[in-house]
Nanobody
Framework: VQLQAFGGGLVQPGGSLRVSCAASGNIFSIGVMGWYRQAPGKQRELVAIITSDGSANYVDAVKGRSTISRDDAKNTVTLQMNSLKPEDTAVYFC?????????????WGQGTQVTVSS
């Protein structure tokens, strides 16, 4: 199973950005999907998750500014971020809990850089 993340970039404070991630490979089913981020000199933190039934949860720092969604037909998860702040600058990593060959496993994408700066 591979996760390919895309959509990062440079955006001005107050702007919006969307990061997406597509899972491919031997996948029978996908459970939880989501995004972590890691800023320079800081630990990786959970940003948002979405369960297979569409329930979403967010870290307080992005709550109200971000929306996570998934498309199970395409095995994708997307994080829409609005009103971006410089402190949102980080490498964003997607993850997915997938089921195949009678086991559940966690998989990670390679990370995509989001920079919020004027």
């Amino acid at each position: 199973v591979q996760l390919q993340a895309f959509g990062g970039g440079l955006v001005q404070p107050g702007g919006s950005l969307r990061v997406s991630c597509a899972a491919s490979g031997n996948i029978f089913s996908i459970g939880v999907m989501g995004w972590y981020r890691q800023a320079p000199g800081k630990q990786r933190e959970l940003v948002a998750i979405i369960t297979s039934d569409g329930s979403a949860n967010y870290v307080d720092a992005v709550k109200g500014r971000s929306t996570i969604s998934r498309d199970d037909a395409k095995n994708t998860v997307t994080l829409q971020m609005n009103s971006l702040k410089p402190e949102d600058t980080a490498v964003y990593f997607c993850f997915a809990n997938t089921y195949s060959d009678s086991t559940w496993n966690n998989h990670w994408g390679q990370g995509t850089q989001v920079t919020v700066s004027s």
